[in-house]
């Protein structure tokens, strides 16, 4: 997350607000500026600078303030609320989808739009709280995507595939990339380890650009470790990656991660069996979350951007125009595990 430079403190007070009881006037105070300047902000609409703006919903952000759903609907009607959907805990304990959450909010106040979170069970609700919707993460039969086509929702999903309009970011060619730079290091022995492969293949997997890597380099994978799906998936890295290391000696000289947060569970069971890294073995990520990537070469997805992008994208499938996908870039960040 870029970092930013408040023009005032928030109080202590204001800063430990909770959603339900952050209010407009709250915001107000905090920035120093009349209910009318609040309103102009979070509705998009002229009247202030683009500085104070951002001033102003840096602050709603902070405060965690959240409109609710019946009174925008009375001022602007439904189709100003959109849904965020998301599985069980996303929110609560993945860092991706928190700053994810965070940014999509930030955006849709710029519009003059209001977001609700929706959890997975309720998405056939949802008409009834919001004209579309934003669709995270991904289970197993996951029916939203037809539920709210069949209810006529206009949605975005974001990190799957949909026929309709989807964004996800570029993983496969992230971890094409930072395979081919462990590869140009002279690492030959090269693991991957990630949630996917403990599901059936899909062509989007990042796994598959580190096959891709290999293969063009003429190399075989040197070990490939599906890690079960967990809400915290660094212990669960940590765990399978000491079992592993107890049991045998270390099978490979360099290893891509899924996520950095199972490169840093990995780091760490490297360091309880006094493994150097990246002398002995070198370490990517993928995602450049803060401050848990501080140290980790790693590939980047540009959060913010993609959010700005899926809440445009949103607004053409509200408009009803043709559908249409987007593939944001990444960047391979280098630092010290390589």
Do not use: W
């Not at 905090?30 to 840096?58: F, T």
């Not at 003059?112 to 609700?125: I, K």
């Not at 765990?239 to 107890?246: A, D, F, I, N, P």
């Not at 840093?264 to 360091?271: K, P, Q, R, S, T």
């Amino acid at each position: 997350m870029p970092s930013r430079s408040p023009r005032k403190m928030v109080p202590a007070i204001t800063a430990q607000a909770s959603p339900k009881s952050a209010t407009i006037h709250e915001i107000a105070e905090a920035a120093g500026v009349s209910i009318a300047s609040v309103s102009r902000a979070l509705n998009g609409k002229p009247g202030i600078s683009d500085k104070l703006r951002a001033h102003i919903l840096e602050i709603s952000e902070r405060i965690q303030y959240q409109p609710s759903a019946a009174a925008r609907q009375l001022i602007s009607g439904k189709n100003a609320v959109v849904g965020i959907s998301m599985m069980r805990h996303s929110f609560e304990l993945r860092p991706y989808y928190s700053l994810l959450f965070r940014n999509l909010t930030l955006e849709l106040h710029k519009r003059g739009m209001v977001p609700v979170t929706v959890s997975y069970d309720e998405t056939a609700g949802l008409k009834e709280q919001a004209g579309s919707a934003i669709l995270l993460g991904n289970e197993p039969g996951d029916l939203r995507p037809q539920l709210l086509r069949d209810q006529g929702v206009p949605f975005l999903r974001v990190d799957q595939p949909d026929p309709g309009f989807s964004i996800r970011t570029d993983g496969l060619d992230g971890i094409y990339q930072a395979t081919r730079h462990l590869i140009d290091q002279g690492r030959h022995r090269i693991g991957y380890i990630g949630e996917e492969l403990a599901l059936p293949l899909e062509p989007i997997f990042r796994v598959n650009g580190f096959r891709r890597a290999l293969d063009e380099a003429g190399l075989a994978a040197a070990r490939e470790i599906p890690v079960p799906f967990s809400y915290n998936p660094t212990l669960n890295a940590y765990r399978l990656m000491r079992r592993l290391l107890e049991a045998e000696p270390l099978p490979f000289d360099a290893l891509a991660c899924e996520t950095d947060e199972h490169a840093l569970g990995c780091i760490a069971a490297f360091e309880d069996q006094g493994i150097e890294v990246p002398r002995q073995v070198a370490v990517t990520g993928f995602d450049d979350l803060p401050l848990l990537a501080e140290h980790l070469t790693t590939v980047r997805q540009d959060i913010p951007q993609l959010a700005a992008q899926a809440v445009k994208l949103l607004g053409d499938a509200i408009a009803g125009a043709p559908p249409r996908q987007v593939l944001m870039p990444v960047e391979l960040i280098l630092r010290e595990t390589t």
